[in-house]
């Protein structure tokens, strides 16, 4: 099944757990020369927008800069034949950023914080953590429980 939208769609009810439970995610972004590039990436959501964490010198938030365009899949790690893929535009916000990425790693893992417990301290001073809120402007879910 699949919905389309002009303005943000939301996430529908029976697949909205795939976005509030810790469930990792592939975020596909456009590269300079076209081609697609995905990344592994914690998830969660505002009710409005999913949301990703990221830097601006990574290659996705320099994708996502060059090209809004994005498309997001979960699959169901308890029924891999269950998933939802929402395809749409992102904005990166640098409001929030490191609160935003503190949340997700208590979410996804043990550490109270990113940097100091996932990744070195030191490296925060070279990056510039963003909110890459993700407007559905297309959903597609497994046409066995849409």
């Not at 919905?3 to 300079?32: E, F, N």
């Not at 070195?120 to 990056?127: R, V, Y």
């Amino acid at each position: 099944m699949t919905i389309q939208a002009g303005a943000s769609i939301p996430i529908p009810d029976s697949h909205r757990d795939l976005v509030t439970r810790p469930i990792c995610g592939v975020l596909t972004t456009m590269s300079p020369d076209g081609q697609p590039q995905s990344s592994l990436v914690w998830i969660d959501h505002d009710d409005e927008c999913l949301r990703v964490n990221t830097t601006r010198e990574r290659r996705k938030g320099r994708n996502i800069e060059m090209n809004p365009s994005v498309s997001v899949l979960i699959v169901d790690p308890e029924n891999t034949g269950r998933f939802l893929q929402v395809r749409g535009e992102a904005e990166l916000i640098e409001e929030g950023a490191l609160e935003h990425l503190a949340k997700l790693t208590r979410e996804y893992t043990r550490h109270p914080t990113y940097y100091g417990h996932v990744v070195p301290l030191g490296q925060l001073a070279g990056e510039t953590r963003v909110i890459c809120r993700i407007r559905a402007r297309r959903i597609t879910l497994d046409a066995i429980h849409a």
